[in-house]
């Protein structure tokens, strides 16, 4: 194993369609934090594993996570430049339901702090479901097939309806690691105030809790392409933004990532060909009351939060 000073002091490890793009990229700008380049390295879950390269051998994308890093000495590579910073920090929400994740992180990175950001069990997965719309890489074509605890798919792959069982996840972090090295927040919070939001992470991880960062994107919108065309365009995916990465000298594609105006137009015209057409109260209440309530009900006593508004009104 490598002894390197410049690793991780933080990591962002979930729950995935619930923010984490939002915080990695709000950290990311403040002048004492040094984010991870590679959202998702997956290591602490990963680690070792060969990885599948080509969605023709996974089609189902059970093991498709071709960005991930699985080597040590690779992983430590990545905060080389991390020299000037306070804090350190990497975002990987396979973290919060993959096994081998508590154990691996405790080992590598005992001391380091873990944030937590929950969103109600059904609109992340509903979120999750536009996602694979708009990337068009959907399971099945329905949602409501998730409620099908035979389907293979929507039950066997993990970030689907598996992630939503957070009780089940974040105990198991409890077992390894003390509460006072967990920071947990609600999707909601974030989007009620995402300034007092960052202020207290700003604070729990370490760095100066006065700065601000500009909040004006909101990152990684899920919703269903109304323009196949504009989509393959400038989609996250897109030939666009392909072409720029290629084209373009490294230093240029720094610069535009770190530019809020340009990210902000991008977002802009993705959202307007987005269509997120909102799940009804009929199949939330069957998600709740058939899949997630027990877990729910848990969650609440573990991290001492009223998960009220979580609950569908009979």
């Not at 915080?23 to 040094?34: R, S």
């Not at 996602?131 to 689907?160: C, Q, S």
């Not at 370490?206 to 899920?222: A, H, K």
């Not at 897109?238 to 990532?257: E, N, Q, W």
Request: glycine share 6%; aromatic share 12%; proline share 6%.
């Amino acid at each position: 194993m490598i002894m390197n000073s410049l690793l991780p002091t933080f990591l962002i490890i979930g729950a995935g369609k619930s923010g984490t793009t939002s915080l990695h990229k709000y950290l990311d700008q403040h002048p004492e934090v040094f984010m991870c380049p590679v959202k998702e390295t997956n290591f602490f879950e990963l680690e070792g594993e060969e990885l599948v390269r080509s969605r023709k051998q996974d089609p189902e994308r059970f093991k498709h996570y071709p960005q991930s890093v699985t080597v040590w000495e690779e992983y430590v590579k990545l905060f080389n430049q991390a020299t000037r910073a306070k804090a350190i920090g990497e975002t990987s929400p396979m973290y919060l339901y993959g096994k081998r994740s508590p154990e691996n992180i405790r080992k590598y990175l005992p001391e380091a702090k873990l944030i937590v950001i929950l969103r109600e069990p059904t609109s992340r997965l509903y979120s999750r479901y536009l996602h694979l719309a708009r990337d068009g890489r959907l399971p099945t074509p329905n949602f409501e097939d998730a409620l099908d605890k035979n389907n293979t798919v929507w039950w066997t792959r993990n970030d689907l309806v598996q992630e939503g069982f957070y009780y089940k996840h974040l105990s198991r972090y409890f077992e390894f690691f003390p509460r006072e090295q967990i920071k947990i927040f609600l999707y909601e919070d974030l989007q009620k105030n995402p300034v007092k939001v960052m202020k207290e992470l700003f604070g729990f991880i370490g760095v100066d809790d006065s700065f601000q960062p500009n909040m004006e994107v909101t990152y990684n919108l899920s919703g269903k392409p109304k323009n196949g065309f504009i989509n393959s365009l400038i989609g996250a995916d897109g030939v666009l933004i392909k072409s720029a990465k290629a084209v373009l000298p490294g230093g240029v594609v720094k610069l535009l990532k770190k530019s809020t105006a340009s990210q902000k137009m991008v977002q802009n015209i993705r959202k307007k060909n987005l269509e997120r057409p909102p799940v009804t109260p009929e199949v939330k209440k069957r998600f709740y009351s058939e899949v997630y309530a027990d877990d729910i009900d848990k969650l609440e006593k573990l991290i001492n939060r009223d998960l009220s508004r979580w609950k569908p009104k009979a």
